[in-house]
């Protein structure tokens, strides 16, 4: 399912560091699948393969400060590694972006260099 060669975008066009991101893969030349996951979240497959691959938990890749977080009380620290998936496979807005994949390595583009190590 997941290709070593294939280079994927977790992309959300309204994101300057997201476009950014996106500009530097197409910069280098290099084959890529965009899949704005607003429109297309990813499956509980695919997060729970970037989770691995980025060595995180579900709440390091939330995005704490959205109003979503607060209103469904995400805080809690109580709450389970299944309920935050389920809460981001729900809420795709909460998961941080841009997220760069290729096959078993991961970078979340937080500044946009920091995928440059993954890339083909």
């Keep these: 399912m997941f290709s070593a060669a294939k ?3 977790y992309h959300n066009p309204r994101c300057s560091k997201s476009r950014a991101t996106l500009d ?10 965009v899949i704005d996951y607003l429109k297309t979240p990813p499956s509980q497959q695919e997060l ?6 980025l060595a995180m938990e579900p709440r390091d890749l939330m995005r704490t400060h959205e109003p979503e977080y607060r ?3 995400l805080d809690d620290q109580g709450l389970g590694r299944e309920t935050l998936i389920l809460a981001m496979l729900q809420r795709p807005r909460l998961i941080e ?7 078993d ?4 583009g937080r500044p946009p260099e920091n ?5 083909p």
């Design 97 to 103: 972006r841009p997220i760069v994949v290729v096959g």
């Design 105 to 108: 390595k991961a970078a979340i």
């Design 115 to 119: 995928v440059l190590g993954i890339l």
């Design 7 to 9: 280079v994927i975008i």
């Design 71 to 73: 209103e469904a009380a």
């Design 24 to 33: 530097l893969i197409r910069s280098r030349g290099i084959e890529h699948q």
């Design 48 to 53: 729970e393969h970037i989770l691995e691959c």
